[in-house]
């Protein structure tokens, strides 16, 4: 880890200021023929991720959420994780650049989003097609435990998330997100939020 600290940003909502070049997302307005947007509408229900094949759709993303209930979309981790940040008025370019510095890593970078989701990312199939996406985002707040079995991980909801990680490899990015958060939490620059329960 670096031992130089990150200076702290001139302005500290930088973090909750949209990338320059981006527009702003409407409010969004739950339907059947929007899933995505029904998911923002709540995305603090939110426990994982993931990139998946899907015969209907091809590489499509599977969400899992606190009820139990798994939601597949036609579109890629980025695609989504970008709607995600921008439905908490995150500036992932900015997140990720002060967390790479004071983490002192380039890769696999944690992303608290608020006090309630704080996405770990891991690794969730096998590479069989060259250029697809193997890795997903776990939210720490909604695992049960962080013990791997059987290559998951299992969450609140009872669901097992699919992690091909070793424990150790589990355990150091756990630890970097508990550090972020703290981090974040130090600078005032993360969003509280109430924990979520699910029936």
Known sequence: MKNTPTPLLKDPLALYTLSPGRKKRRSPRPSKEQPLEALLQQPDTITGFMPV??????????????????????????????????????????????????????????????????????????????????????????????????DSLLLVSGQAFPCLNHQATVNRRINQAQLAVALLQQASLLKLQERRTFD
């Open 53 to 150: 094949h899907v015969p209907a759709m091809g590489t499509a993303l599977e969400v899992c959420l606190l009820s139990g209930h798994r939601e597949q979309l036609p579109m890629t981790t980025t695609t989504f994780l970008n709607a995600l940040a921008d439905t908490y008025l995150v500036n992932l370019r900015v997140l990720k650049r002060r967390l790479r510095d004071q983490l002192g890593i380039n890769y696999y970078v944690p992303l608290p989003l608020t006090s309630q989701l704080v996405l770990v990312p891991v690794k969730t199939r096998h590479l069989t097609v060259k250029g697809d996406d193997v890795h997903g985002y776990v939210n720490l707040c909604a695992l049960q435990h962080t013990t791997v079995a059987e």
